[in-house]
């Protein structure tokens, strides 16, 4: 199974999620993320809930192991 690229609207993104899976590992670093990210749509946050669902696909890509796509 093929997983698309990521959007990376803001570099942060990448240091919030690998934040995330330093202080707490894979799993819960996306549990923490789709949490937050639920939490901002509750709020009626739209622009916090896309920042987080991006953080969430990034730790969720970021958390396997491996190498994906094609390396040069």
Do not use: K
Request: glycine residues 10%; charged residues 20%.
């Amino acid at each position: 199974m093929t997983y698309p690229a990521p959007c990376l609207s803001d570099p942060a993104d990448i240091i919030l999620a690998n934040d995330l899976i330093a202080g707490l590992g894979g799993i819960p670093a996306l549990e923490e993320a789709a949490g937050r990210a639920e939490y901002a749509r509750d709020l009626g946050n739209a622009v916090c809930f896309r920042q987080w669902r991006r953080v969430a696909r990034l730790v969720s890509m970021m958390a396997r192991p491996g190498v994906r796509g094609t390396i040069h």
